[in-house]
C-alpha cells in the first residue's frame, strides 16, 4: 500500500463517523420531517400531497404571530446575553489571574450540572408570589403586599438568558484568549481612548466569536421548550409549544413536521438576516482561518 | 497505544461479562404514569420472577399513543393509556394487540369497571384492555378561602380573581361545557355540533383568562400553587387533591356539581410487544390485595378491584371519604371514546385560548 | 535638551524590585539601546515610558515635561511592540490611519499622509493588503510607520527583530538605522542581542538585575567595560576564574583556579585576596609564545571556519576551552597541535567574581 492510500484511508476512517452522523442524526431526520409536512391526511389513513399544511401556517394568525413572537424574544435574549456575557468573558479572558479563570469559568457551567427543569424550578422557588424575594421583601418592609414576579415574559426572558448565556460567554473567551494583550496596548499607545480601543480593536477581534455565539444562544432560546412553558405566564405561548402539541396532543404529525420546517427555516433567515443586517458573513468570522 | 488497547480490550470483555446473564434474563417494558411502577413493587416482582427484568419508561396518554405511533406498536411490551385513549388510537395507527384474558385474573377485578373498559375497547369482538387504576378530575378547594365552590364555572368566579388555576388541556374543556348545561360526549359524533360546543366554551375560557393566576403543567406545579396559597381554587386530579389533603386538610377534592370526570388507566398491550408472559404476570401481580395497597399509595387512585376505598392507606381514605358522597359517585361521568378529528379540534381550540389576550 | 529623560526611577512590584533608580537622558535624534538580558527590567522600563505602568518613584520627562501622569493614549511616545501588535481585522492603510483617526486628523489629509510614510519606508502603495499578505520584514516597516506617521518625539523598540529569521534580522539592523537616520527621531531600542545594539546604537546602557551597570558607546562598552557583567555580555570574552595575589599599579598577578597565573590589569576596585575573573577577547590573543604569565599552554581542539569570523579552539592544560580570533583564517596550526597563548597584559582585563 502506498503512503497515498494509506493517507486517503485514514481520511475515509475519520470522516466517516462524521458523515455518519451528519447523514443518520441530522439528514435523515430532515428529510423524513420534510417529507411529512408535504403530506396531508384527507381521510381515515388516506393522505394527499401539498402544500396545504404549509397553507395552514400562514392562513391562521395564531401560528404567524407565536413565531413571530417566539423569534423576537429570542433576539432579544441573544442581545441581552451578549451584553451581559462580554463583559464577563472579557473579565474571564483578559483580567482574572491564570487560576481563578478556571474557577470563573466553572462557575458559569454550573447552570449546565442541573436539567432545565430544575434551573426552572430554581427561578419559580425565587419569583413566585409567596417565594423568596417576595417575601424578603415584605419583611424588609419595601413592599406592603407580596408581588408575583413570575408568569410574564419578563421572567421568560430572564430564564432563557440565564440557560444560553454561557453558550454566548464560552465562544467570546475562546477568542478573546487568542488575542495579545500588546493588541490593546498598541491601541491606547497609538492614541486610542478606551471606548475607540473596544470598538476597533476589541469588538473587531472578538467578531468571530460574537457571531457564532449570538447563532448559538439564538437558536438554543428559540428551540427551548421547558423554560417558557414554567415561567411564561397564561399568555405567553412559544412556537416549540405548538409543535409539541401539534405531534403530541393533536396527533398531527404533518402540521407538527410542517411547523418544525418553518422553525428551522425561519430560524435559518433570523441568522442570515442577522449577518447582513451586521456585516458579517460566516467565512469572514466563525470560518476564519 | 499498545496499554491503551489492552485496556479497552479489557474494559469490552468485562462488559460482555456483565451483559451475558441479562441476555437470558426477560425483560418487561413498561410504559406508564409516573408513580404507576413504585421500586418497592418492582422489587419484589423482580424477586418472586428471578428470570424477569422490569424498565420502567414514565410518560402520559398523548405519548403513550405518540411513541408507540412512531414505533408501530413496537420497543414496550405493556402500556397503560386511559379508557377513552384506545379505541381511535387502535383503529387509526393499529398499535396494540388484543388480549388474552383467560391468562388474567379479571376477577379479582371490580366487575363494574371491567365491563366499562371492555365496552370502550372492544374491536371485531377482541377485548384490548382491562381497568387498573381509577381516578376523577374535579375542582380543588381551599376550604377557607372558597367554602363555597362546587362547580367547573367556580373557577372563573370573579371572587377569586388571580387566585384560581387549571390546566389548558381537553379536561377543562370537557368540564367547562358540563357547567354551561352541554354534554360533549353525547356531541362527539355530531362534529358540527361539537364544534359549536368548543367554540362556545372557547369563548368562555378566553374570557375567564384574567380571573387565573396562571395554567398550571404538572402535578407538583400544581401542589406548589396551593399549598403556599397563592392559589385557592383550581382544576386538580383527585389524586392530587388527596396527597394535599394529608399536609394541608382544608384542602379539599370537590367533585363539581356537573359530576366529576372519571377516567379509568388500563393495561393494553403493544402490538410488537415480546414479553407477553411476563406481562400477564406483572397485570396479576400488581392487583393482588396486599400489592394494591401499595401501588394505591404510590399513585393516590383507587385500584379497579372491590373495596379498593378499604385498600387506600388512611390518610387517603379520609381525604375520598371527605370528597365523595355516593351521591357524587353515582353522577361520576366517564370519559367515552373520543372518535377521530375530535383532538384536533380541541387541540385549535386550547390554542386559539393560549393565545388570546385580553 | 533631551528628547528623553529618566531621573532616579524605581518600580517596585510587592516585594520584587524590577527597576531600581535608573537614570538616563538621551539627546535629540539618537539611537539609543537598553540591552540586558531577559529579567533584568529593561521592558519594565519601556512599559513605563509608554505608560502602561507607573513608577514607584522617580520623574519621566519628554522633551523636558514630566509624563508621569500622563495617560499613554496621551504621550508623545510610540511604541513598536515585540510582536509588532498589527491589528491583523485591519489592512495595512487603516493600521496606519488608525492613530491618525483617534489624533482627530481632518479625513481628507488621512491618505495623504498614510501614502507618504508608506513611501518613507520603502512600501509605496500597499494600503490594501491584509497584514497576514505581508512579509516579516514588510510588517517590521509597517509597525514603525504606523508609530511614525505620527511624529512622536520618541520611538521605543521592544526587541521587534526576535521573531525574524537570521539572515532577515541582519538586514533589518541596518534598515532600522537607515529609517532612524531618515525619520530624524529618537529611537529607544530595547535587546538583550549585544550585536544588534552595537551595531545600531549612539549610545548603549547595559542593564542587570534592574540597574544600569554602565551606559556609553558601544566603544566605550566594548573597549572599555567597567565590570565584569559588561565585559561578559558584551561581545565574546573568554574568561577566566581566579585570586588576585599582588596589585602593582594598575597590573596584577592572578593566580588562576587549578594552578598557574596570568598578567593582567585590574579596572575595579578589586585588591589581593579578592576572588576575581580575567576576560580575554579572541581578538587579543595570539598563538606563539610570550612571557611566563602572559601565556597559556594548551593544544588545538578544532578550527572553526567561518570566514572574517573564523575562530581557533584550544583547550588548556585544566581543559578550558578558549577562543582565539583568526580573522584571516590563516592560521598554519592544525587539529592537536601543542600551542601557546600570549597577550598583552592591558588586554586582559580583571574584574572581582561575578556572584554566580
Redesign the interface.
Known amino acids: 500500500m502506498t503512503g497515498r492510500d494509506a493517507g486517503r484511508l485514514s481520511l475515509i476512517l475519520l470522516m466517516t463517523p462524521f458523515a455518519l452522523w451528519i447523514g443518520l442524526l441530522i439528514l435523515l431526520p430532515q428529510i423524513g420531517i420534510g417529507y411529512v409536512s408535504l403530506r396531508e391526511k384527507v381521510g381515515f389513513n388516506q393522505y394527499e400531497y401539498g402544500f396545504a399544511n404549509y397553507a395552514a401556517f400562514f392562513g391562521e394568525p395564531i401560528y404567524r404571530n407565536t413565531l413571530l413572537r417566539t423569534a423576537w424574544i429570542s433576539i432579544l435574549v441573544t442581545i441581552l446575553a451578549l451584553i451581559i456575557g462580554f463583559p464577563v468573558a472579557y473579565y474571564i479572558a483578559k483580567v482574572a489571574r491564570q487560576r481563578s479563570r478556571a474557577a470563573l469559568f466553572l462557575m458559569c457551567l454550573i447552570p449546565l450540572w442541573v436539567s432545565d427543569l430544575v434551573r426552572a424550578y430554581g427561578w419559580i422557588v425565587l419569583l413566585r408570589e409567596t417565594g423568596v424575594i417576595s417575601t424578603t421583601l415584605v419583611s424588609l418592609g419595601v413592599i406592603a403586599q407580596p408581588v408575583e414576579m413570575l408568569y410574564n415574559d419578563i421572567t421568560v426572558v430572564m430564564g432563557l438568558v440565564y440557560t444560553v448565556i454561557l453558550f454566548m460567554i464560552v465562544p467570546l473567551v475562546s477568542t478573546l484568549q487568542g488575542m495579545d494583550d500588546a493588541l490593546l496596548e498598541a491601541g491606547y499607545n497609538l492614541g486610542g481612548s478606551r471606548f475607540t480601543v473596544f470598538r476597533r480593536i476589541v469588538v473587531p477581534y472578538a467578531m468571530p466569536g460574537i457571531v457564532s455565539g449570538c447563532i448559538i444562544t439564538f437558536m438554543l432560546a428559540a428551540g427551548s421548550y421547558l423554560t417558557p412553558i414554567l415561567l411564561g405566564g397564561k399568555n405567553s405561548s412559544w412556537f416549540t409549544e405548538q409543535i409539541y402539541n401539534q405531534f403530541i396532543t393533536r396527533y398531527n404529525w404533518e402540521a407538527g413536521a410542517t411547523f418544525g420546517v418553518l422553525l428551522l427555516g425561519f430560524t435559518s433567515f433570523v441568522v442570515w438576516a442577522g449577518l447582513r443586517l451586521t456585516g458579517q458573513s460566516l467565512a469572514t468570522t466563525v470560518a476564519k482561518e | 497505544m499498545r496499554k491503551l488497547g489492552n485496556r479497552l480490550l479489557g474494559a469490552t470483555a468485562l462488559l460482555l461479562l456483565a451483559a451475558a446473564p441479562a441476555a437470558h434474563a426477560e425483560t418487561l417494558r413498561l410504559l406508564t404514569w409516573g408513580s404507576y411502577a413504585p421500586d418497592e413493587l418492582v422489587k419484589k416482582f423482580e424477586a418472586e420472577n428471578p428470570d424477569i427484568k422490569v424498565e420502567v419508561t414514565f410518560s402520559n396518554n398523548?405519548?403513550m399513543?405518540?411513541k408507540l405511533?412512531a414505533t408501530g406498536g413496537t420497543g414496550y411490551d405493556l402500556a397503560q393509556p386511559s379508557h377513552d385513549r384506545i379505541y381511535a388510537a387502535q383503529?387509526?395507527y393499529n398499535i396494540y394487540k388484543p388480549l388474552d384474558l383467560s391468562k388474567i385474573n379479571v376477577d379479582q377485578m371490580a366487575p363494574n369497571l371491567v365491563d366499562g373498559v371492555k365496552q370502550n375497547t372492544t374491536i371485531e369482538g377482541q377485548v384490548y384492555a382491562v381497568p387498573h387504576q381509577w381516578g376523577t378530575s374535579g375542582i380543588m378547594a381551599n376550604k377557607k378561602e372558597a367554602p363555597d365552590a362546587k362547580s367547573w364555572a367556580d373557577l372563573c368566579d370573579a371572587k377569586y380573581k388571580g387566585r384560581t388555576s387549571m390546566r389548558l388541556?381537553?379536561t377543562i374543556l370537557l368540564g367547562t361545557a358540563f357547567s354551561m348545561g352541554m354534554n360533549p360526549f353525547d356531541l362527539y359524533a355530531d362534529t358540527a355540533a361539537y364544534k359549536d360546543m368548543l367554540d362556545k366554551v372557547t369563548e368562555k375560557l378566553i374570557a375567564c383568562?384574567d380571573n387565573?393566576?396562571?395554567?398550571w403543567?404538572g402535578g407538583d406545579?400544581l401542589s406548589?400553587l396551593m399549598l403556599?396559597?397563592?392559589v385557592v381554587l383550581s382544576e386538580t386530579w383527585d389524586s392530587t387533591a388527596f396527597k394535599l389533603y394529608s399536609q394541608n386538610p382544608d384542602i379539599v377534592f370537590v367533585p363539581p356539581e356537573t359530576g366529576a370526570l372519571a377516567w379509568i388507566d388500563t393495561f393494553a398491550m403493544p402490538r410488537g410487544g415480546e414479553a407477553d408472559d411476563a406481562a400477564y404476570k406483572w397485570i396479576n401481580f400488581v392487583i393482588r390485595p396486599e400489592n394494591v395497597k401499595v401501588m394505591s399509595a404510590s399513585t393516590g387512585s383507587l385500584a379497579a378491584v372491590p373495596n379498593a376505598a378499604d385498600l387506600l392507606p388512611d390518610d387517603k381514605k379520609a381525604a375520598v371519604q371527605a370528597a365523595f358522597t355516593q351521591a357524587d359517585l353515582d353522577n361520576l361521568k366517564f370519559f367515552a371514546n373520543i372518535p377521530?378529528g375530535i383532538?384536533?379540534m380541541?387541540?385549535i381550540a386550547?390554542?386559539?385560548i393560549?393565545?388570546?389576550?385580553n | 535638551m533631551y528628547d528623553l529623560s529618566c531621573a532616579s526611577i524605581t518600580k517596585k512590584f510587592g516585594m520584587f524590585t524590577a527597576v531600581s533608580d535608573v537614570s538616563l537622558d538621551i539627546p535629540s535624534g539618537s539611537f539609543f539601546s537598553i540591552l540586558g538580558p531577559s529579567g533584568c527590567g529593561k521592558t519594565t522600563l519601556m512599559r513605563m515610558i509608554a505608560g502602561f505602568e507607573s513608577p514607584t518613584s522617580g520623574d519621566i520627562r519628554i522633551k523636558g515635561q514630566s509624563v508621569v501622569n500622563v495617560a499613554p493614549n496621551k504621550r508623545a511616545v510610540k511604541m513598536v511592540f515585540q510582536h509588532l501588535a498589527l491589528f491583523p481585522m485591519m489592512n495595512v492603510g487603516e493600521n496606519i490611519a488608525y492613530g491618525l483617526r483617534c489624533r482627530g486628523d481632518a479625513k481628507a489629509d488621512i491618505p495623504r499622509k498614510v501614502a507618504r510614510v508608506l513611501e518613507r519606508v520603502g512600501l509605496p502603495g500597499v494600503e490594501n493588503k491584509q497584514i497576514s499578505q505581508l512579509s516579516g520584514g514588510q510588517k517590521q516597516r509597517i509597525a514603525i510607520a504606523r508609530c511614525m506617521v505620527l511624529e512622536p518625539d520618541v520611538l521605543l523598540l521592544d526587541e521587534p527583530l526576535g521573531a525574524l529569521d537570521l539572515k532577515l534580522r541582519e538586514h533589518m539592523k541596518i534598515e532600522l538605522k537607515q529609517l532612524q537616520h531618515q525619520f530624524e527621531t529618537t529611537f529607544l531600542y530595547i535587546t538583550h542581542d549585544q550585536s544588534e545594539a552595537l551595531v545600531m546604537s549612539d549610545a548603549v546602557a547595559v542593564m542587570n538585575a534592574g540597574r544600569f551597570e554602565q551606559i556609553g558607546s558601544p566603544r566605550e562598552l566594548y573597549d572599555a567595560p567597567v565590570s565584569g557583567f559588561v565585559a561578559g555580555f558584551v561581545g565574546d570574552s573568554n574568561c577566566l576564574h581566579g585570586k588576585l595575589v599582588e596589585v602593582r599599579g594598575q597590573e596584577a598577578v592572578v593566580e588562576l583556579d587549578g594552578g598557574g597565573t596570568v598578567l593582567g590589569h585590574v579596572f575595579d576596585a578589586s585588591r589581593a585576596g579578592d576572588a576575581v575573573e580575567v576576560f580575554l577577547r579572541p581578538e587579543a590573543l595570539a598563538i606563539g609564545s610570550g612571557s611566563d604569565s602572559i601565556r597559556l599552554d594548551g593544544t588545538v581542539d578544532s578550527l572553526l571556519f567561518n570566514g572574517a569570523s573564523s575562530r581557533i579552539l584550544v583547550r588548556t592544560e585544566r581543559g578550558q576551552l578558549i577562543e582565539i580570533a583568526d580573522p584571516l583564517a590563516a592560521s598554519t596550526v592544525s587539529q592537536g597541535d601543542a600551542v601557546a597563548l600570549s597577550w598583552r597584559p592591558e588586554r586582559a582585563r580583571i574584574f572581582a567574581r561575578r556572584h554566580a
Open positions: 398523548e405519548e399513543i405518540a405511533r383503529l387509526e388541556r381537553r383568562k387565573l393566576k396562571t395554567y403543567t406545579d406548589a403556599s396559597g397563592e377521530p383532538e384536533d380541541e387541540g386550547l390554542e386559539r393560549k393565545a388570546a389576550t
